[in-house]
């Protein structure tokens, strides 16, 4: 029987948290007490657990592909708004506890399924919301935003949020941050509604897309914390599409949504903080589902619309590329 | 002319439909009524088809499914309030290719 140090030279090491990651390293992760490996792998996406519902579009979600949040959304049956949560390890979807607004084309922030803030979001019958509640393992509810809105991009953590978009009339409406209640900032240079966006701080987001009523937008904006900056265009405009929320600013990942003309559209692009590159496209259709990812290589999306009658996805779809981290089971 | 696709149906059931590995070796296109396009002529697609027990279709009998689903869809469409249009799109149609 081969013995790791006489092929490498050394033991396998012992971490409490992943090292950075070199093809075929073989470590002992001692906070998760697995035995780890890193297996480089191409860009694509598989099909993973279904959602709990039998369809779930408008559902917003954050976290990573192995730690990620839905909620909120329209179910099916009976299309109607939800209170429902539910958790997914990267596998498969637990019911979480009920939120105590029912809405649907909310919006979350957060980077894991442990510590989640949802604010804004459309109620039934018809209204913007301002509500705003975080996650724990409940739901509590936070102070209001400034203005009430739904189809929001947002970033950031549980306890510390950004959210931005909306756009009516010529009017770009402020960007507000979260710290325990809402506070009004500058708004964005383009003037768009649901635009998305990515990044792991209040302070560093980026959105992405997004249309105003004349047409589908492919810009792309950073956020420092105080103003936002045009930073490139996506190769795809898009609207409504899923994106990996959880991921720092400067490495995430789009995919899905509807195009130019409104049509449904599969394509993936990653962002390296520069420039955006096309990926593989998604399995299934997907606009309005929710999207978690830790960067543009792990990510994943769930539910959404599709182009077949009353019948709105309760799909989940995993992307993963390169470097991944892989557990050694004797199964 | 040579035909690129082939299409079968086959309902997705979740986690392991379609594998990682299966889909970096070839493209799946997943379509209204379970339609799936996969390459033709093509031995790790046939063996996904086989896998999911997916029923092969001709290109314009999985036409007429796509159809199908895409005419109900808008027609469910066409029956909502203007509200609910304003905040959705009509389905569009889906030509399938050979």
Request: some cysteine; glycine content about 12%; hydrophobic content about 30%.
């Amino acid at each position: 029987m081969s013995i790791y140090r006489g092929i490498n030279g050394f033991a396998v090491q012992n971490y409490s948290s992943n090292p950075t990651l070199i093809d075929g390293q073989v470590w002992y992760n001692s906070t998760s007490k697995n035995l780890q490996l890193t297996k480089f792998v191409t860009a694509a996406w598989s099909t993973s657990g279904n959602l709990p519902q039998a369809g779930l579009t408008q559902v917003a979600g954050t976290g990573t592909q192995t730690s990620m949040l839905s909620f909120n959304g329209q179910a099916q049956p009976p299309n109607q708004t939800t209170t429902n949560s539910q958790s997914y390890d990267g596998s498969t979807w637990t019911a979480q506890a009920q939120m105590n607004t029912s809405r649907q084309q909310s919006t979350g922030s957060g980077i894991s399924n442990t510590s989640v803030l949802a604010f804004s979001g459309r109620l039934q019958p018809a209204a913007k919301s301002a509500a705003t509640e975080s996650y724990n393992g409940s739901w509590t509810t936070q102070p209001n935003m400034g203005r009430a809105e739904y189809n929001l991009g947002g970033a950031g953590t549980g306890s510390a949020a950004v959210a931005f978009g909306a756009y009516s009339g010529g009017t770009v409406y402020p960007t507000e941050s979260y710290n325990g209640s809402w506070t009004a900032g500058n708004p964005m240079s383009v003037g768009r509604n649901r635009n998305k966006g990515f990044g792991s701080s209040a302070t560093s987001a980026l959105t992405m897309g997004g249309e105003n009523g004349s047409g589908t937008n492919n810009n792309t904006e950073s956020w420092n914390g105080t103003n936002w900056t045009s930073v490139g265009v996506m190769n795809n405009a898009r609207y409504a599409g899923a994106a990996s929320s959880g991921s720092a600013a400067t490495d995430g990942l789009i995919a899905g949504g509807r195009g130019g003309p409104p049509a449904l559209i599969l394509t993936s692009e990653t962002w390296n903080g520069s420039s955006w590159t096309n990926g593989p496209s998604l399995l299934e259709q997907s606009a309005l589902g929710a999207g978690a990812g830790a960067s543009g290589s792990s990510a994943a999306i769930c539910g959404g619309t599709t182009n077949s009658p009353g019948n709105d996805s309760n799909k989940t779809q995993n992307f993963n590329s390169g470097a991944q981290v892989v557990a050694i089971t004797s199964t | 002319m040579t035909k690129i696709n082939q299409y079968c149906v086959a309902e997705n059931w979740g986690k392991g439909f379609i594998e990682h590995n299966e889909s970096a070796k070839i493209s799946f296109s997943g379509l209204p009524g379970n339609v799936w396009r996969v390459p033709a002529h093509n031995k790790d697609a046939n063996l996904w088809i086989s896998k999911v027990l997916g029923t092969v279709k001709t290109k314009d009998e999985a036409q007429v499914i796509v159809d199908a689903e895409v005419t109900a869809s808008q027609t469910a469409w066409d029956a909502l309030s203007d509200e609910e249009k304003a905040i959705s799109s009509r389905p569009v149609d889906i030509t399938l290719e050979d």
